[in-house]
């Protein structure tokens, strides 16, 4: 049995605390998010165009929040099939609410779950997917590294892990870095100053290919690792 496999079943106990945090901090902001967020929330779209994915690939949304992310990749790739998963059964709602109101419900599944361990056979029925989405999710949990782990031992031979996030803001005026970083801790926000090294490990890990950009003079960070094709490395 492995890591990952082991562990699963040992989040169970404090998973529910995480659960019931995101709740209280989303029980009303799931009605404005999709709003709101649209205006600093940059490299979403980006990310969603990046996954190019053959028909009939599986897509596995880590903190799939409202479901807008699914919705919109959903309509931009027609024969795939998507997953969400997500700690909060208050923004899980909104996004079931959303996806039947676009009649994408016999093609996008979600359901409850820690990104920290879980099991896709239990979840939804897969073994794998052919490409994981993280989007401005890591950086709200504290055990991220984790979720990344999680995230790669998912994936397909072949298969893509795409992360974009809040990046260093090493790039912005040093006023506007310092007022946007405790702006973003009043959410529980913490940017993954450390992602890029993170990526770079679990890329050489599983002789993986890793793209990795700096856009909005680093207000975000965007990553693509790309397994090969055949049998892991790691």
């Known amino acids: 049995m492995s890591i990952i496999q082991s562990e699963v079943s040992s989040t169970a106990s404090w998973s529910a605390?995480?659960?019931?945090?995101m709740n209280r901090m989303y029980r009303w902001q799931r009605h404005i998010y999709d709003v709101t967020r649209r205006y600093?929330?940059?490299?979403?779209?980006?990310?969603?165009a990046g996954l190019s994915p053959a028909p009939r690939a599986r897509i596995l949304e880590i903190g799939c929040g409202t479901g807008r992310n699914l919705i919109q990749a959903a309509k931009s790739y027609p024969e795939a099939r998507f997953f969400g998963l997500d700690v909060s059964t208050e923004m899980l709602t909104s996004a079931i609410e959303a996806i039947e109101r676009e009649g994408w419900g016999d093609r996008i599944k979600v359901a409850?779950?820690?990104?920290?361990?879980?099991?896709?056979?239990?979840?939804?029925?897969?073994?794998?997917f052919d490409h994981v989405m993280i989007s401005y999710c890591l950086s709200m949990i504290?055990?991220?590294?984790?979720?990344?782990?999680?995230?790669v031992h998912q994936l397909a031979p072949g298969g893509s892990l795409h992360v974009v996030d809040f990046g260093g803001q090493q790039r912005l005026p040093a006023l506007a870095r310092r007022w946007l970083r405790?702006?973003?801790?009043?959410?529980?926000?913490?940017?993954?100053?450390e992602l890029e090294r993170s990526m770079r490990h679990f890329a050489e890990l599983n002789g993986a290919q890793?793209?990795?950009?700096?856009?909005?003079?680093?207000?975000?960070?965007?990553?693509?690792?790309t397994l090969p094709p055949g049998p892991r490395q790691g």
């Open 210 to 225: 890793l793209r990795f950009e700096r856009p909005f003079r680093d207000y975000a960070q965007y990553a693509v690792l």
């Open 142 to 151: 504290p055990d991220w590294h984790r979720v990344l782990e999680v995230a």
């Open 182 to 193: 405790r702006w973003l801790a009043l959410f529980g926000v913490q940017p993954c100053d």
């Open 112 to 128: 409850h779950g820690d990104a920290t361990g879980f099991d896709p056979k239990h979840s939804f029925g897969v073994r794998s």
């Open 40 to 48: 600093y929330l940059l490299g979403r779209d980006h990310m969603i």
């Open 17 to 21: 605390d995480a659960t019931q945090r």
